[in-house]
């Protein structure tokens, strides 16, 4: 499991950076293409505060992507596909890994490794390795969903210096006043914002009341991914 969320959360961070330097090259600007960071190289991206959150809280960063948005060639058009190409990237990652969900269930559905049993699952008679398998591509598979999906409601946040931010920068008009707030005090602003809903979230789970939006739609996806898992082997 940890060996999944590790793998998942690499290529999700990675990828999400990569998307950003890819757009901004579409746009003109060749800053991320000469510093060598248009690559799936992982060393290329490694940021070791980043990588020890992961590691920690399953939850980390990857070494940003330079851009110089003097260099595009549309400003506007340059910023909205830069900025939302890393989440673009995370929504596309997060449909095939539930796709990927559903081929790996039919697989190993199929191969009479699991079976489907009253809405739960069990293992039918089965060597260890194909058990070990299943086990490891549907953690891949069923992390990829939640990482990703994450990363892209995380990003959309509009508080410095995350992607919606970016996006807000760009349609606000100029010396606008939340833009200018973000500059200075952005990065506490976040901070403070993770920290109280963490907060929230320990205390209202003691009056039994769930204020953890991640963890909510998480576990919509998780019911989903059931579902789905149920509804293929019950076909079989």
């Not at 940003?64 to 939302?84: A, C, E, H, Q, W």
């Not at 449909?95 to 039918?124: D, E, H, K, P, R």
Request: glycine residues 10%; contains cysteine; aromatic residues 16%.
């Amino acid at each position: 499991m940890l060996l999944a969320i590790v793998i998942v959360g690499a290529f999700a961070i990675m990828l999400h950076e990569v998307a950003h330097g890819y757009a901004a090259y579409l746009n003109g600007d060749f800053t991320a293409k000469y510093a060598g960071r248009l690559t799936l190289n992982p060393l290329k991206h490694f940021d070791i505060l980043g990588t020890i959150m992961m590691l920690i809280v399953g939850f980390g960063w990857a070494k940003p992507v330079p851009i110089d948005s003097r260099n595009f060639t549309n400003y506007r058009k340059g910023m909205l596909m830069t900025s939302l190409a890393g989440v673009t990237m995370n929504l596309i990652l997060a449909v095939v890994a539930l796709i990927g969900l559903c081929i790996v269930t039919a697989v190993f559905g199929a191969a009479n490794v699991i079976v489907g049993y009253g809405g739960s699952m069990y293992y039918a008679t089965a060597s260890m390795a194909a058990r070990y398998a299943y086990e490891f591509f549907y953690y891949l598979c069923a992390y990829g969903v939640t990482i990703n999906m994450t990363l892209f409601l995380f990003n959309l946040i509009p508080i410095y210096p995350l992607d919606g931010f970016r996006v807000v920068e760009t349609l606000a008009k100029p010396d606008n006043a939340y833009v200018r707030f973000n500059y200075r005090y952005g990065n506490f602003l976040l901070i403070g914002v993770i920290l109280i809903f963490t907060v929230l979230g320990y205390i209202a789970s003691y009056i039994g009341v769930n204020l953890n939006i991640f963890g909510q739609y998480q576990y919509l996806f998780i019911r989903l991914m059931n579902i789905i898992q149920n509804s293929i082997l019950g076909g079989m």
